[in-house]
């Protein structure tokens, strides 16, 4: 490998930087800011977000507004979840693995975290069951469409029989969906909001369907359990940040949403068949997770491999991985499991990143 | 009283809706989003907030980049620290009065918190020196220019004695200093932070300067502490609002700071002089704070009206009022205190206000 050759990051999941609509944008906030809602996205606004940014949402999920709220980002509603509805020693199952910053914010209040593994079409639902038997957890937090970290998306059969459990233990559904508008192939399944609204939080965001640093992200719930996550929020910053949602607010109104959807689709699903091509050639005997959408594809490396012997010879290679064990609450169960995101790179750069993968696991 | 005659609100501290640069926020906006930081302003950034910023910042501090974080609002960098420096159960001791909302995070982070009275010129230091005979408190939280509630400003002798207490006894200081840029009359005292560099974490703000809706809030202290600070940051959050940020530095880095600081000065030293004027004619027999700057003045009411009885006399006149039962550690010992913001009414609506206060408390 010539020393010259720059490296290639298979390692944060974050939009591709082509892919922000930035005269758009810079566009929307002219008119947000020079138009009937300036003063409004400058003074400070209620903690549940910018209402008609509520408003859109409500309609776009069938609900009231009063089931709509707001934040900056979808992982602080994370946090204002752990502080508002958990208490120290709560038990909550999610699945292994899940997204890594879940995890830590979980465990920073005091929850207790059990995993339950991850099949290829969701939740082991008889590990899931055992699970149950021994103790009813306070929530479930699941990533249903192309999950973070391994792309997997949960069938419809699992998911119905999740919200039977639901209703039968009494416990709390969040579901996390901030992929889920970035189907590259098949049919949308519906989502266990769609199947149980009065057991679920559904939570996703404007940071892969318009751009991180906006920093908007949005639950959808019952009105009881929004108000009571609104103080909490309340309690924590005043008001998020209303500029940002205002400006999404003059996107999605002006019905930029769905063209920029489409545009990432084709950019992304180009990716996403470059990577499975890739493997196919490179690395037939792995196994891999290949999702219908999303960020993500993971790969179980074969055994006797183990992630740190592994990220160690990448970086030989100029190539950037990420620990597969972060994403599993016992850390030993994700010694082989590796999280390759493919949205932030080009066809050429990922095909180079599996060779490179191959020469050292193949 | 006529019943169309308009409510007057002596409520909430925020900014006046017509202090907003909305013509010029925009044109930040848009040459942000199209110019050489587009795309860096739509990613995900460092926890620590837009680096041209936090140089910018650094600058005007007399400190490296790396002293100086950001967060969304100066609220959540609370928050921050409270996490952060806290463990359940240590003390923190506070001005009695202080801004409620930070007696809200102290105790959800399960802090002790003891009040040291406030009087005109700062703390009681008398009070500060027997409480440090009895503990050691691991932080102390004072707002030392033009304090939200009660307008009180640290004298420089005060300022010098706390920073002696906190090397002889070892506790950190926390400067919450969002008003101090909004001075109308007399000099600037220096901050803790420039006496005691190394003790204290000094925070402030965009929202009292540009606008609340940016929700720009910082953070000046040892590098140590800040990147403790930022991982905490990341936990929460990734990454605050990186685009309002962005805009904030375009804003400060064309020089339209300072004049916007001046039309602020000068709107609101017209308004504090009216508050002033209609407290001596309508109350002369009253014992109010009358501040040098910032948003708040605060009156001790006679002896023998309570809050709540006083808060229902004014809804009666439509005078609203906030509980200063709020801003006590014990609330008990704000039953006669009473806020005034007077930034975001005119001077009629002032006048008015205090004449309906005065109708009822005279």
């Known amino acids: 490998m010539s020393s010259t050759q720059p490296p290639i990051n298979f390692t944060r999941g974050v939009p591709a930087d082509e892919s922000y609509p930035l005269e758009q944008v810079a566009d929307c906030a002219g008119s947000v800011l020079t138009g009937k809602y300036g003063t409004l996205s400058m003074q400070y606004g209620s903690s549940l977000g910018f209402l008609p940014l509520r408003e859109w949402l409500a309609a776009q999920h069938n609900v009231t507004p ?11 509603l994370v946090d204002f979840l752990a502080h508002g509805l958990l208490e120290p020693g709560d038990l909550v199952l999610v699945e292994s693995p899940t997204y890594d910053r879940t995890l830590t914010l979980l465990r920073r209040a005091g929850a207790r975290v059990q995993g339950i593994p991850l099949e290829s079409d969701g939740p082991d639902i008889a590990a899931l069951e055992a699970l149950l038997q021994q103790a009813t957890p306070k929530l479930i937090y699941l990533i249903t469409d192309f999950q973070n970290p391994s792309g997997v998306t949960t069938s419809l059969r699992k998911r119905q029989r999740i919200v039977e459990l639901a209703e039968q233990y009494g416990f709390g559904l969040i579901e996390d969906a901030p992929y889920r508008p970035l189907r590259y192939r098949g049919q949308a399944i519906p989502t266990l909001h769609e199947l149980a609204p009065k057991r679920t939080l559904h939570m996703s965001s404007f940071t892969k369907q318009i751009s991180p640093g906006v920093r908007v992200g949005y ?30 607010y003059e996107f999605c109104d002006r019905g930029l949403l769905e063209p920029q959807l489409e545009r990432l689709r084709k950019l992304y699903g180009a990716r996403l068949e470059a990577i499975g091509a890739a493997l196919r050639a490179e690395l037939p005997e792995a196994r891999w997770i290949e999702p219908d959408g999303g960020f993500f594809l993971s790969v ?45 790179l080009t066809a050429d750069q990922i095909k180079e990143g599996v060779r490179r993968l191959a020469s050292i696991a193949g």
Not at 66 to 76: A, E, F, P
Not at 226 to 237: H, P, R, S
Not at 326 to 344: Q, T, V
């Open 219 to 248: 639950m959808v719930g019952e009105p009881a359990r929004i108000k009571q996550l609104a103080k909490v929020a309340e309690d924590t910053y005043i008001a998020p940040n209303v500029l940002g949602q205002a400006i999404v």
């Open 300 to 344: 179980w490396l074969p055994q006797g491999v183990s992630n740190a012997e592994l990220r160690q010879r990448a970086a030989e290679v100029k190539l950037n991985l990420t620990d597969g064990r972060a994403f599993f609450p016992n850390a030993n169960d994700g010694d082989r499991f590796l999280r390759l995101p493919f949205c932030a």
């Open 66 to 76: 009063d089931h709509v709220m707001l934040g900056n980002g979808s992982l602080q």
